[in-house]
């Protein structure tokens, strides 16, 4: 195997007309990690995967593949294997029939066809119609295409998508044993939850812009840095927020009255209290929430597991 090269995205972005899909995108995928490349639909992961792999040309910015961009390497499907959404398979081909011509594009024999089937769980479903295979199999069919030049890096758009609930445990497995073996390993989702115990690295985005890169831990340090705020001010507090840097999340108050309590996320009430003081911010409320990962994830990308003030704030 050659050697795993890191995904560096550079002041990625990309406008289709007046849909700015991405914007002003950077951020490092590493080798020998799984890192998860999370946000809701429509935030553009798909739109990032497609420019990583040269198949949308990015407007701003730019995205490489070690050194340089994708293709500009001599054989770049030896290098990256790619599983994007599962719908490029011709329904006519049996399964073995699609790996077989795709080996040829990236010089694998018929042997490394049947191999990689049988390391997805497919070798029974081999001479089957793709046409009548379900989502979850063209999934797995999917996967197998992305590993059959034994490619050291591999970019994967909602793997998880369609797997049953053993599926999802044996492709967890799967994963962290490629990125044990020092492959750089890039998996997008939608649903933290499902690639929570898969990742060592999170980049999560939101409507095209990151909002937050670590590690896996380091969002969970933030996840125990939720402040709840209530501040009858909200403009004025939305204000101070944005001078600091602070990512918030509006919460209602109690009995939906809208617009008087927030949540900011990864920073501690010390903090927030002392630049309330500092400004001469009135407060109504000030607490320390600790709250779990789906949480934090939901926060930062705009959506509340929980939209009320005022309740069981500890
Ligand atoms: N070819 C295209 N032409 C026009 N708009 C596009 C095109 N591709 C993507 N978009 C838009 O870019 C935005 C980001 O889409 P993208 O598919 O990258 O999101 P995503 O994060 O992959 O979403 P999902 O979780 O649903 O797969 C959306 O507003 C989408 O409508
Ligand atoms: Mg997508």
């Known amino acids: 195997m050659a050697a795993a090269p890191p995904f560096v995205i550079e002041g990625l972005g990309k406008s289709f007309g007046s849909v700015r899909a991405v914007h002003d995108l950077s951020f490092r995928v590493e080798p020998g990690r799984v890192t998860g490349f999370l946000g809701p639909n429509g935030s553009g992961k798909t739109t990032t995967l497609r420019m990583l792999l040269g198949l949308v040309r990015p407007t701003e910015g730019r995205a490489l593949v070690g050194d340089r961009p994708y293709a500009e390497h001599p054989v770049p499907g030896a290098l990256v294997g ?186 501690s009430a010390a903090e927030v209290g002392a630049a309330c003081f500092a400004v001469g911010l009135e407060l109504h409320q000030l607490a320390t929430r600790g709250t779990d990962l789906e949480d934090v994830f939901f926060r930062l990308t705009g959506h509340a597991a929980d939209p009320t003030v005022g309740e069981g704030a500890a």
Do not use: C
Request: aromatic share 4%; glycine share 14%.
């Open 82 to 267: 790619a599983a994007l959404e599962a719908t490029g398979f011709h329904p006519g081909r049996t399964g073995l029939g699609h790996l077989e011509v795709y080996a040829a594009q990236v010089g694998a024999d018929r042997a490394r066809a049947r191999e990689v089937l049988g390391m997805v769980g497919m070798s029974e479903a081999a001479g089957r119609k793709v046409g009548g295979y379900s989502l979850g199999m063209r999934q797995r069919l999917g996967l197998a295409t992305a590993l059959l030049a034994d490619p050291p890096a591999l970019v994967l758009d909602e793997p998880v998508n369609g797997l049953d609930p053993e599926g999802i445990v044996w492709l967890r497995q799967f994963l962290r044993h490629l990125a044990e073996q020092g492959r750089t390993v890039l998996v997008s989702s939608h649903v933290l939850g499902e690639v929570q115990h898969t990742v060592d690295d999170v980049v999560i985005i939101k409507a095209g812009q990151l909002v937050h890169a670590s590690s896996l831990s380091g969002l969970a340090e933030l996840a125990d840095q939720v402040t709840r705020v209530v501040a009858p001010d909200a403009e004025a507090f939305a204000r101070l927020a944005a001078d600091r840097g602070w990512s918030t999340h509006p919460v209602a108050g109690r009995g939906g009255t809208p617009g008087v309590g927030a949540d900011v996320v990864g920073a």
